[in-house]
T-cell receptor, first 115, second 111 residues
Framework: DAGVIQSPRHEVTEMGQEVTLRCKPISGHDYLFWYRQTMMRGLELLIYFNNNVPIDDSGMPEDRFSAKMPNASFSTLKIQPSEPRDSAVYFC?????????????FGSGTQLSVL | KQEVTQIPAALSVPEGENLVLNCSFTDSAIYNLQWFRQDPGKGLTSLLLIQSSQREQTSGRLNASLDKSSGRSTLYIAASQPGDSATYLCAVKTGANNLFFGTGTRLTVIP
């Protein structure tokens, strides 16, 4: 298995532009998570899905952020409009349903810079 | 809210030394605790997962212990190697599917 695949690896954009981050979870995994990592706040959970359904989006910072999972093999995180304070590394992760003790597998992340 | 603390924030040791990384959490009602490794510019790799009912887990040169009642976990690395240099994060799972992460310990193993 190729693992969790994220694209793009790096994104540089200007303030006000729309940004879309993409994630392909590991096949067979029923849970998908979006995390954000910054030096100041560490790793924060933004939202997670179970069987393509958003379960908890309480970590989404504001309405500028939205996430979708149209099918079991694809998810997007969109920021519109983007702001410099959104600059961070965004990680997607997936795990298998059925046990509370399944490991979490992370993608390589998207380094986002908003100028 | 669960808070996870890792001490020290950074650690440098000579190759071959045994070392211990510490993790503490404020709410003992956890499902499990995971130790992750993160290399620069990369994602996180799960190293060990300890269930709430377990005391420790071992994988190769790594041993993780859990004392849930005191809110503590340690990651022991035996005979450290330069390839062990990375940031190590612990995370606790509490209810639902949220993992609360510590800020990590940056380990440097000097050849």
């Amino acid at each position: 298995d190729a693992g969790v695949i994220q694209s793009p690896r790096h994104e540089v954009t200007e303030m006000g532009q729309e940004v879309t981050l993409r994630c392909k979870p590991i096949s067979g995994h029923d849970y998908l998570f979006w995390y954000r990592q910054t030096m100041m706040r560490g790793l924060e959970l933004l939202i997670y899905f179970n069987n393509n359904v958003p379960i908890d989006d309480s970590g989404m910072p504001e309405d500028r952020f939205s996430a979708k999972m149209p099918n079991a093999s694809f998810s997007t995180l969109k920021i519109q409009p983007s702001e410099p304070r959104d600059s961070a590394v965004y990680f997607c992760a997936s795990s298998r349903q059925g046990s509370t003790n399944e490991k979490l597998f992370f993608g390589s992340g998207t380094q986002l810079s908003v100028l | 809210k669960q808070e996870v603390t890792q001490i020290p924030a950074a650690l440098s040791v000579p190759e071959g030394e045994n070392l211990v990384l510490n993790c503490s959490f404020t709410d003992s009602a956890i499902y499990n605790l995971q130790w992750f490794r993160q290399d620069p510019g990369k994602g996180l790799t799960s190293l060990l997962l300890i269930q709430s009912s377990q005391r420790e887990q071992t994988s190769g040169r790594l041993n993780a212990s859990l004392d849930k009642s005191s809110g503590r976990s340690t990651l022991y690395i035996a005979a450290s190697q330069p390839g062990d240099s990375a940031t190590y994060l612990c995370a606790v799972k509490t209810g639902a599917n949220n993992l609360f992460f510590g800020t990590g310990t940056r380990l440097t193993v000097i050849p």
